[in-house]
């Protein structure tokens, strides 16, 4: 649950976190509706389409859909509506996915809602298991590097 807590912690403890990355989490109903963060939040989240444990596209009783969480945090951040699409390039081709990132960049104080979509990509890992094209640890370090 530590994308979750991730942005529980955005949403709540905002004056203490500098930014989020989510590896297969997203945000409650809860958390989503009583989100007020106190300043622009960087967020990385990285989520594959076939996720079962947490779905993609989300479940209306328990866990908002990753496209919802996104736009919430590229509006929040007033960052651009369109994202820069870059295709992540298919290293491993025997992992049965593809991935893209998605760059939704100049939100206010420069910062930035990036998404790694994993294609047919399940509860995983990536670069541990599942994806291997990326390496979910590398690009989170990456990520708050910036």
Known sequence: NGGYMSFL????????????????????????????????????QIHGTADGTVPYAGSPTWTYGIEDVLAYWVSYNNCDASPTVTAIENTSTTDGSTADHFLYANGDNGVTTEDVKIYDGVHDWPGVWG????????E???FFSK
């Open 9 to 44: 912690l955005a949403c709540q403890l905002s004056d203490r976190i500098a930014a989020v990355a989510s590896v297969t989490g997203s945000m409650t109903p809860q958390t989503y509706t009583a989100c007020n963060p106190s300043h622009p939040t960087p967020v990385l």
């Open 131 to 138: 994806n291997m094209d990326i390496h979910a640890s590398i």
């Open 140 to 142: 989170v370090c990456k």
